[in-house]
């Protein structure tokens, strides 16, 4: 029962700190970056690089998101800015830049499954129970990425600027907002969170060219059920991730990892607000 | 050109193409005639995302689950089953039926009324992860992993199957390209450019997506079976997310909306993929990646209409020409007035409207609007910017909208009956702003307002186009007939107005809903809808009900005028009632908002307020 909990919890924790860089990216600009499986591929390598070269594995997170964030700069620059209007095509050119980067780290790093060091090894005992100590610092490392986050929307001039072009674009600019900035720093923003997750999950499984594409639906789905939100993503991720975890204990692995996709198509069917609240 | 002129001519180039192919085994050699048999077939599979993406607008990434229906229905009776004749038809029907069945349930998902473009792709997004992980889970029934192979099937040669895939590919095709060029065709691009407009033009356009979807489902269970005969081996990759997005990206680089393109796209990078991976897997992904990201990016049409614009251009160059106007593919004809009822008048008036409410959350848009109109009546709905005449025009003409109240036309109540039923009982909108088709010609534009009375072809294109004579009138004041096949777009904003005036009569509508309809014109063409609209309403007997901030025109036309404000009628009565009223001088001038029996002095004539 406590591990089980423990179970969703952290389950819920990886999947926020997966989505809210697609999340940040879809609120702000209504796209749908599906290039965010291949940042994450390319922050799980960050992390495979800085362990092989002897750095604190800590370490990996800022490299990820230095390398997560430059990509997503030439990305933005590049390829989504021109793309703006015709919002499907985004999805195609990101998926396009997915494969390019997936093909890239192919060619220097091979095919092969490999695998990084963990900052943290071993158990904790909690309630009785001996759960795996580097979940549990997830729990931690997702609840300060959604604090900073929020108080980056919430506190600052930018996240205003950024909360503005949210909610209506047109009325910002017309307020001499500069929205093609706010964009750019976004879409960085929002790369450099998919190269931390990336980051974050290399020590629970392994670093192979396609790593981050099983991610990227459950993130995707996860984004569309939330809105433009931290705090219903947060629901979300709760909720669909919890149930993931039941239906995997109790009936198969198979179903349960389809029950996030499956799950949020049917509450968009039937709600398509989705966890939003207005 | 005529009908049957153009006909041939498209079935002289399938029987070259047919040609091609029966000609292919001679040249080419035994393992490029095996690589581009599954390449024909996969090009049939693209055939069905471009008609699906290209022409309907809906981005698919879960084509390939239909192949895998087809497929595995092979593998999976030859496997367990013998195979017999029997049998093959049986797995045939059985792909086919499972097709069938699986996009009924994602058309149900994604292209229900109110269904947003992006909501679509993730549904079929969520079939290609779905479906493998059925396959996977299925243990020795669908081979795991490994899929199902070893088993018998057809005794083909090479080339036989070669002609058979070919043989469907041209097949499906020259269908493909006759439905598109048809006047039914044409509906898909319709609602692909502007779906609202559909619906309100009567047009069932979820019905639409789903019989077109099945369609298909069926092409592509039907290649997935050949390929499964053929190849003798299925794998859970064929229903996968990969290979979905493969056909997107093969039809991306042929050219979106041009059938051939994504079938050559297919051939080509196929084909090529298979000579070149051997040698460079990586570095080949990586090119198709990076070309795909550039043809989105900068040439969102493709490659394929680049090839054909090309000698053009050039020809261009050498020779320069003045654009020549395009003669009228189609004549216009006045329908008999007999055949123009419209639909069947009910008893009592032409447009009930009872307690009618809207709110948004808290927020009270219309309360407690009653009123009715009868035939021949033009009522005039004014108010301030904000007073929920817009609202109102949207709650006639879609049953879901409003919060409370009940809506009767002609005799029928709407109900919570989408846009397109409402026009069905005889309820006609034209939107404030001009909503046409902008691709479309002016005679398209028609021919898709008349499609709810005429079934068009599926393999024809009409020369002639009846229209009842209201649409007839206004096409002919203004001046539209001479530019029947000038594209929409490229219409003044006065000529759009019009036009998108004549489509909505073209419904003959027995309620005519007019938001703004001289916003924005000259006032000669103010004049011109003006004696229109009387003459609809004396001559033709329809009811219509106008949203007008120009007083003076409101004036000059209107048989009764409804005032709104914030909400509710605080008016409704002749003209002369409301021009003598104080209260609507003082609502026009902006006291309203402590309530309107105030006793403030109008600032101005209140005679016209900007929208």
Same mark, same amino acid.
């Given at each position: 029962m406590i591990a089980q909990t423990l179970d969703i919890v952290t389950t819920a924790a990886i999947l926020y700190a997966v989505a809210t860089g697609l999340l940040l990216v879809f609120g702000v600009?209504? /796209? /749908?970056?599906?290039a965010h499986g291949g940042l994450m591929t390319l922050g799980g390598y960050a992390a495979l690089v800085t362990t092989q070269a002897g750095w604190?594995?800590?370490?990996a997170i800022p490299v990820a998101a230095l390398f997560g964030g430059v990509a997503g700069m030439a990305i933005e620059r590049f390829v989504v800015r021109p793309l703006y209007a015709r919002p499907l095509d985004a999805i195609l050119a990101t998926w396009g830049l997915s494969i390019i980067i997936g093909q890239v780290i192919t060619i220097a790093f091979g095919r092969g499954v490999q695998f990084t060091q963990a900052p943290l090894s071993g158990t904790l005992d909690l309630f009785g129970e001996s759960y795996s100590a580097y979940r549990l610092a997830l729990v931690g490392i997702a609840a300060a990425l959604g604090l900073a986050l929020t108080a980056l929307l919430q506190g600052t001039r930018l996240g205003l600027e950024t909360r503005a072009v949210i909610m209506n674009e047109d009325l910002a600019r017309g307020l001499g907002i500069n929205s093609a900035l706010v964009r750019f720093l976004t879409f960085t923003l929002g790369a450099a969170l998919a190269g931390v997750a990336g980051a974050l999950i290399t020590p629970l499984s392994s670093v192979d060219p396609n790593m981050g594409v099983p991610w990227l639906v459950n993130a995707f789905m996860l984004v569309l059920v939330s809105g433009a939100s931290l705090l219903s993503l947060l629901a979300a991720c709760l909720v669909l991730g919890g149930a993931q975890v039941l239906v995997a204990t109790h009936f198969s692995p198979v179903l349960g990892g389809l029950t996030i996709a499956v799950l949020a198509a049917v509450i968009l069917r039937i709600r398509p607000k989705g966890f939003a609240r207005d | 050109m005529t009908e049957a002129r153009r006909l041939s001519l498209i079935l002289a180039a399938a029987l070259l193409a047919l040609a091609a192919i029966f000609a292919g085994p001679t040249v080419l050699d035994t393992y490029s005639v095996n690589v581009l048999t599954r390449s024909l077939l996969y090009a049939a599979v693209a055939l069905t995302v471009d008609l699906l993406w290209?022409?309907?607008g809906i981005l698919t990434f879960g084509q390939s689950v239909f192949f895998a229906c087809g497929a595995y229905a092979a593998g999976l009776v030859f496997t367990h089953m013998d195979f017999t004749p029997g049998n093959a038809a049986l797995a045939l029907a059985l792909g086919i039926g499972a097709a069938l069945f699986t996009a009924a349930i994602v058309g149900w998902l994604a292209?229900?009324?109110?269904?947003?473009a992006l909501y679509a792709s993730v549904i079929t997004l969520v079939l290609p992860i779905v479906a493998t992980q059925l396959l996977y889970s299925g243990g020795t029934f669908t081979g795991s992993s490994s899929g199902l192979s070893g088993f018998t099937s057809f005794d083909l040669s090479t080339e036989a199957w070669f002609w058979l895939a070919g043989s469907f590919l041209v097949a499906m095709t020259t269908l493909a390209y006759i439905v598109v060029q048809s006047d039914a065709g044409r509906l898909l691009v319709a609602v692909r450019e502007n779906e609202q407009r559909c619906k309100y033009l009567g047009l069932n356009t979820s019905r639409l997506k789903i019989r077109v979807y099945l369609a298909c489902a069926v092409i592509g269970a039907v290649a997935g079976y050949i390929y499964a005969a053929y190849a003798m081996v299925v794998a859970p990759e064929l229903a996968g997310f990969v290979f979905g997005t493969e056909l997107v990206i093969w039809t991306a680089l042929g050219g979106r909306g041009t059938l051939l393109g994504p079938v050559f796209g297919a051939l080509i990078v196929d084909y090529e993929s298979a000579q070149l991976s051997g040698n460079f897997p990586f570095v080949w992904q990586l090119i198709i990646g990076t070309v795909f990201v550039l043809v989105i990016v900068?040439?969102?049409? $493709?490659?394929l209409p680049m090839l054909f614009d090309l000698p053009r251009r050039l020809l261009g160059l050498l020779r320069p020409r003045a654009a020549v106007a395009r003669p009228a593919r189609v004549a216009l004809a006045t329908l008999d007035a007999a055949q123009t009822q419209g639909a069947e008048v009910g008893n009592g008036p032409a447009l009930a409207v009872t307690g009618v409410a809207r709110r948004f959350g808290s927020l009270?848009?219309?309360?407690?609007i009653d009123f009715k109109a009868r035939a021949g009546e033009l009522v005039s709905l004014v108010g301030?910017? $904000?007073?929920?005449k817009t609202t109102l025009m949207r709650c006639i003409a879609d049953? !879901?909208?409003?919060?409370?109240g009940t809506i009767i036309v002609n005799g029928h109540d709407i109900g919570r009956r989408p846009p397109e039923a409402c026009v069905a009982l005889g309820v006609g909108r034209k939107f404030q702003? !001009?909503?046409?088709?902008?691709?479309?010609?002016v005679a398209e534009c028609l021919q898709i307002a008349r499609a709810r009375h005429s079934r068009p072809s599926l393999w024809r294109r009409a020369q002639r186009l009846p229209l009842p004579e209201a649409a007839m009138h206004v096409i002919a004041t203004t001046g539209l007939d001479r530019q029947?096949?000038?594209? !929409?777009?490229?219409?003044s904003h006065g000529l759009k107005q019009a036009l998108e005036l004549s489509m909505v009569l073209a419904l003959e509508p027995r309620v005519l809903l007019l938001d703004e309809?001289?916003?924005?014109?000259?006032k000669t063409e103010r004049m011109q809808i003006g004696a229109i609209l009387i003459d609809l309403a004396k001559k033709q007997g329809l009811c219509v009900l106008l949203v007008e901030h120009d007083l003076d025109f409101v004036r000059e036309i209107s048989s009764r005028v409804i005032v709104l404000h914030q909400g509710r009628i605080v008016l409704d009565g002749s003209v002369e009632e409301v021009v003598a009223s104080e209260l609507v001088k003082q609502v026009y001038a902006g006291s309203?908002?402590? $309530?309107? !029996?105030?006793e403030t002095a109008p600032k101005?004539? $209140?005679?016209e307020v900007p929208a």
């Open positions: 600009m209504k /796209i /749908i970056n599906f604190n594995p800590w370490l | 290209g022409y309907l292209f229900w009324h109110g269904a947003s900068a040439f969102p049409r $493709g490659l009270t848009v219309l309360d407690g301030p910017n $904000g007073a929920g049953g !879901a909208e409003r919060s409370a702003m !001009a909503n046409v088709f902008e691709t479309l010609t029947l096949s000038t594209p !929409a777009h490229l219409l309809p001289t916003a924005g014109l000259t309203g908002h402590a $309530g309107i !029996a105030h101005t004539g $209140g005679q």
